[in-house]
């Protein structure tokens, strides 16, 4: 096993300096000498299950076994064999891996908390009943009462030794200098695909930017001030996609996905990053790093056999060839046996047939974070300077 994440990441960089992963790297980098670790206290943040670290897992149905069994060795609230992209994330900004704001069982939110949930979209009515707006309000009211509670607890305790419950609890000072995260959209556009139709779908993106506006907006009035957002992955691509799409194989493309939900997602993030243009103007004290995750999945995707995988239709757990058994269940039909997962994951990009491996993750993670496809270009660890071009 460690031979062969040794070859990956030897495939990998050798990739990235040919300019195949992550889009063009040789375009010039912001001075390096002007910018200096934002060392963030904390991390908040907001999205769907590409970043569900337990909320859906702890508040509507159980994440089941075989997921987390990579890392985590059982299930740990994430639609994925091990980790995410938030938790690379949280390693690079030397914090602790999030716990979900409704996870009430052991749950440590001093360095932050996660609102995303399993499901999410920016708008009401999808998939869960936890969209953006409603996960905003989870957030002011997590920062209002943990303020309340910390100052409580300081005035009430004269020892040097802060009381065990202070200790899980977020510093109020810390919310201003921590970075608040987004990666949401992709259910917005999934559920469009499916109960509209890529026309209605792509009509409705400038109500749904409009909605993550005002979502940022009532974090800064709030105080946010540093803010990562990524925008939507090739959809397209998604096993799931490929599979249940109708019209195919005349609307795929060269690499086997659906190109015009492709096209809808690309549009989506146009528009996205035209909205972080205008959010820079409209906030000026903000500093505002748009992350374009699309390209990053989709140059995995396409040199998925250069790295090592299999085929980036192909998927780990689950089924959806004729009987639909999801991750974690299985179902004999026929004397054929459906939902045992397969022996090694870290060969595969898709884990379930929406969700990404944690060896995908891991590399999409070195692909972003380092703030090569960011704009402005600065790491993640970076993200709080706003005046950098």
């Known amino acids: 096993m460690e031979f062969r994440k040794l070859i990956l990441m030897l495939n990998i960089l050798g990739l990235m300096a040919n300019g195949e992963i992550g889009g063009a790297r040789d375009v010039d980098r912001v001075d390096r000498q002007e910018i200096k670790s934002c060392k963030f206290p904390a991390l ?22 075989p997921n987390g069994e990579t890392f985590f060795k059982a299930p740990s ?45 920016i708008r009401p009515g999808g998939y ?15 920062k209002s009462r943990t303020t309340l509670l910390y100052k409580q607890l ?12 202070q200790s899980r609890l977020p510093r109020p000072q810390d919310f201003s200098d921590a970075l608040y995260t987004f990666d949401i959209g992709q259910n917005d556009l999934a559920y469009g695909f499916e109960h509209t139709s890529e026309a209605e779908t792509r009509e409705s993106i400038p109500s749904m930017l409009d909605k993550l506006g005002e979502a940022i907006h009532q974090l800064y009035k709030a105080g946010a ?9 090739p959809i397209g691509c998604l096993p799931y996609s490929v599979i249940y799409y109708l019209p195919k194989p005349r609307n795929l493309d060269g690499k086997g996905c659906v190109e ?25 004290a903000a500093a505002l790093t748009y992350v374009d995750m699309y390209s990053a999945k989709y140059s995995l995707i396409s040199n998925a056999k250069k790295l090592g995988f299999e085929d980036p239709s192909q998927f780990c757990c689950g089924s959806y060839y004729g009987y639909h058994i999801g991750c974690g269940e299985k179902a004999i039909v026929n004397g054929t046996v459906y939902g045992n997962p397969c022996p090694n994951p870290s060969e595969h990009i898709s884990w379930d047939g929406i969700h ?31 005046s950098m071009t």
């Open 44 to 65: 908040y943040n907001f999205g769907d299950s590409n970043s569900d670290t337990g909320g859906r897992s702890a508040s509507l149905d159980m994440v089941a076994p």
């Open 77 to 121: 609230g994430r639609f994925c064999d091990g980790r995410l992209i938030i938790d690379f994330m949280a390693e690079e900004l030397g914090l602790p891996y999030l716990s979900a704001y409704l996870d009430s069982i052991g749950s440590n939110f001093r360095h932050g908390a996660n609102f995303a949930t399993g499901g999410s979209s």
């Open 128 to 142: 869960s009943p936890f969209h953006l707006q409603l996960q905003i309000g989870q957030f002011l009211q997590f």
């Open 154 to 165: 300081s005035d009430n305790n004269h020892s040097a030794k802060s009381p065990p419950l």
């Open 225 to 233: 001030r540093n803010f990562w957002v990524h925008n939507t992955g």
């Open 260 to 284: 015009p939900q492709n096209k809808v997602a690309q549009e989506f993030n146009e528009q996205l990053r035209r909205k972080v243009l205008q959010l820079r103007a409209q906030l000026p």
């Open 356 to 386: 990404y491996s944690e060896a995908a993750n891991a590399l999409l993670a070195k692909t972003v974070l380092d703030g090569s496809l960011a704009d402005p270009k600065v790491s993640v660890g970076e993200a709080c300077h706003s």
